[in-house]
């Protein structure tokens, strides 16, 4: 069983940086691919940030690329996202997950675990 629990959320202007952490327990073999996804008020779910754990290859939406990097402390078993030069846009519920043989990197059904979620809001 995998259990995730992300931290790091707040407010910040925008231009602003935050950085969100996952504690990940429970193993996370090299068959897992781990990811950020994102929620706003009204929207759907989507997939900002992916790596897979197999040869930590990361892969971003067009709408973070450049601003936010995805990386994964393998001696404590954290997931790191790093959001530099926010908008408001990037307002939403952060989410990460973890999920084995995934295909589809953004894809929701791919991914079996999920964190609570954090609040990022950024403001103009």
């Known amino acids: 069983q995998v259990q995730l629990v992300e931290s790091g959320g707040g407010s910040v202007q925008a231009g602003g940086s935050l950085r969100l952490s996952c504690a990940i327990s429970?193993?996370?073999?090299?068959?897992?691919?781990v990811a950020w996804f994102r929620q706003a008020p009204g929207q759907e779910r989507e997939g900002v940030a992916a790596?897979?754990?197999?040869?930590?290859?990361?892969y971003y939406d067009d709408s973070v690329k450049g601003r936010f990097t995805i990386s994964q402390d393998n001696a404590d078993n954290t997931l790191y996202l790093q959001m530099n030069t926010l908008k408001p846009e990037d307002t939403a519920m952060y989410y990460c997950?973890?999920?084995?043989?995934?295909?589809?990197?953004?894809?929701?059904?791919?991914?079996?675990?999920w964190g609570q979620g954090t609040q990022v809001t950024v403001s103009s």
């Open positions: 790596r897979r754990v197999l040869d930590g290859s990361p």
């Open positions: 429970g193993a996370t073999d090299r068959s897992y691919c």
């Open positions: 997950a973890a999920g084995r043989w995934v295909g589809d990197l953004f894809g929701q059904s791919e991914y079996t675990y």
